[in-house]
């Protein structure tokens, strides 16, 4: 629950870092960046470097360092293509006085729920590996997610009794059962993005900020 959290705020600090360098036109500030971060963390002096000053965790090793500065390339281009996507797709698109109807900040909600999901489509199979890896069956515990919007609690149950059969350690068990609670609740947070993009979408006049005029 702790690290499942933690990623999520990881996450929400990236799009947050990446959305306005990307509206402004200075992705290259961003590429720039994570070739600095790649290039002192190939060298132990350059890595001890990126400790020091709380960009690289006291516990990292160079290559989950690395890993991570991975991601944040993947992110920051999926993050910029869905900028590019949506501002073509509905950035032109005015109201009858010719206002814009999905203004800059409504584009910025879209991308940010838009990215959050691309976020759970990786992290959730990542977190499903070892739960199949044990034959434990959550296909139907996710395809009741999507479909209602809740995990049958049918589907939860026999997952949880195929885990308590399993002939191993409780540890191993726990940590499965740990494993479980995460994928459902990694699913319902991806649903709930889904819902609130597609209602973006459908209201874009809601999710505007609205302009406070000056009193005469």
């Known amino acids: 629950g702790d690290v499942l959290n933690s990623k ?75 900028s590019q996507s949506l501002n073509l797709r509905y950035g032109s698109q005015v109201d009858e006085n010719k206002k814009p109807i999905y203004t800059p900040d409504v584009i910025n909600k879209m991308i940010y729920s838009a990215s959050k999901i691309a976020d759970y489509d990786v992290r959730i199979p990542l977190v499903n590996t070892n739960l199949i890896s044990h034959s434990i069956d959550t296909l139907n515990i996710l395809q009741s997610i999507r479909e209602t919007g809740k995990p049958s609690i049918e589907a939860r149950d026999e997952a949880l009794k195929q885990i ?53």
Not at 34 to 63: C, M, N, V
Not at 188 to 197: A, M, T
């Open 8 to 82: 999520d705020l990881e996450t929400d600090y990236i799009i947050n870092y990446l959305t306005p360098r990307i509206k402004y036109g200075r992705f290259d500030l961003v590429k720039s960046d994570i070739e600095q971060y790649r290039q002192l963390a190939s060298t132990a002096e350059g890595f001890a470097q990126l400790q020091a000053e709380g960009k690289a965790l006291a516990t990292d090793t160079p290559q989950a360092y690395l890993n991570r500065i991975n991601g944040l390339e993947t992110m920051a281009n999926n993050v910029l293509s869905l």
């Open 164 to 216: 308590n059969a399993l002939d191993t350690i409780q540890d191993t068990k726990n940590d499965l059962k740990s494993e479980l609670q995460d994928v459902i609740t990694l699913s319902l947070r991806r649903k709930q993005f889904i819902e609130e993009y597609n209602e973006i979408k459908r209201n874009p006049l809601n999710y505007q900020e609205r302009e406070i005029d000056d009193e005469p």
